[in-house]
Structures are given as structure tokens and as C-alpha cells.
Antibody, heavy 122, light 105 residues
């Protein structure tokens, strides 16, 4: 069955960088994209961007451009999301999700990781 | 594209029929999905393409609509259905509704 397993809780200070991993199994990793979505405490879901494990192409929401980098390690079927210059506003649960967009960003997501809580506090 | 759900919350009993509405700020054709989210858990897809049931989802869930107005219906609410339901469009950069919390009456 499709599974996405994310890395554990992170606590960071303002200005720091966080890197969240997402290990996929149960399907061919390079046949689907990966989207990253975050959810601040008590808030709604916010799509951050997408990447293609097939060709490494990425598509980031403008508000995160310059601060986020999404990558993959195909041999280990793992996707990564790095967010820099953290502020308290970045405190959220970060999710990866399998995306049916492979050549370009689609936003059609089906299976999600369990989420990674990132807390930014001094 | 802004997605607006109504109501923001509702109280219902087991066995009730529940309907949730999602409106898009512009025409999104049928590029809409519905997710269920329990507290502290990841969203689970229920519906895609506005009305297609995701694999393994009980048939008491159904979706309808196109263009700017969509509905999610639970025909007979079960105990495990008390959760938050979220719509998402992927016609443009994906955006989500604010969620509808279904609570025990």
C-alpha cells in the first residue's frame, strides 16, 4: 500500500533552517510528483509547492520562493523540503503528499504523510 | 482562487444526512477534491474530480457540483465520520477551503 513516512518533530530558533524528509513506499517513486502542504496551529491547509522525482522540476508558491527548496533522492525514494530563515509564522505541521502531476505541477494529491511538526521559537 | 465552505461547523447525530458546500471564487470546472481530517492526523482523500469516490471510501460519501459550487454529502453519518472536511481546488495553484467541523450533537 502507498505510504509516505516523514521525519520527526523539529524545534528551531528564528533564522534557522529546517529540512523535512518524506520516504515513499508502495509505488514507483518516479511515477508521481510530491506536493508539500503546511497547516499552522488552528489554521487551514496551505500548499507550498511541488516537485517531480522524475526530472527534478519544481514549482513553488510565490510567497515561499527564495526560502524553500524541494529535492528528492531517487535511490531511497525520499523527498525533502528545506525552509530557511524561519520565523514564528512558520510554526506548523508540514505534510508531504503524493501528487499525480509528474511533468508539471498538478495539485491532485491522494496519499499524505503523517505530518512533521516544526516549532519555531526563541 | 478562494474556496469558501459552509457551514464552518455543524452538529449532527449518527444516522443523519449531512451536506457541506464549497464555493470557488471562479470557475474551476470539476477540479475539486474533498478530504477528511481527524484531529492531529493527516488529511485523507474522499472524493476527486468533484464526484469520484477515492478507493476504499464508503459509499455513504458522495460529491457533486461543477463550476463554482460543490457539495459533499454523507448519507448516514457514522461515529467515525465526526471530523473536519476540507475542499481543495487544483484548477490553478491549489487552494483549500477553511474546513467544516462535523461535531456530535
Amino acid at each position: 500500500q502507498v505510504q509516505l513516512v516523514q521525519s520527526g518533530i523539529e524545534m528551531k530558533k528564528p533564522g534557522a533552517t529546517v529540512k523535512v524528509s518524506c520516504k515513499a513506499s508502495g509505488y514507483k517513486f518516479v511515477d508521481y510528483g510530491i506536493s508539500w502542504v503546511r497547516q499552522a496551529p488552528g489554521q487551514g491547509l496551505e500548499w507550498m509547492g511541488w516537485l517531480s522525482p522524475y526530472n527534478g522540476k519544481t514549482d513553488y508558491v510565490q510567497r515561499f520562493q527564495g526560502r524553500v527548496t524541494m529535492t528528492t533522492d531517487t535511490p531511497t525514494s525520499t523527498a525533502y523540503m528545506e525552509l530557511r530563515s524561519l520565523t514564528s509564522d512558520d510554526t506548523a505541521v508540514y505534510y508531504c503528499a503524493r501528487d499525480w502531476g509528474l511533468i508539471k505541477s498538478g495539485g491532485v494529491v491522494d496519499y499524505w504523510g503523517q505530518g512533521t511538526l516544526v516549532t519555531v521559537s526563541s | 482562487i478562494q474556496m469558501t465552505q459552509s457551514p464552518s461547523s455543524l452538529s449532527a447525530s449518527v444516522g443523519d444526512r449531512v451536506t457541506i458546500t464549497c464555493r470557488a471564487s471562479q470557475d474551476i470546472r470539476r477540479d475539486l477534491a474533498w478530504f477528511q481530517q481527524h484531529p492531529g492526523k493527516a488529511p485523507k482523500r474522499l472524493i476527486y474530480g468533484a464526484s469520484t469516490l477515492h478507493s476504499g471510501v464508503p459509499s455513504r460519501f458522495s460529491g457533486s457540483g461543477s463550476g463554482t459550487e460543490f457539495t459533499l454529502t454523507i448519507s448516514s453519518l457514522q461515529p467515525e465520520d465526526f471530523a473536519t472536511y476540507v475542499c481543495q481546488q487544483h484548477h490553478a495553484y491549489p487552494t483549500f477551503g477553511q474546513g467544516t467541523r462535523v461535531e456530535v450533537k
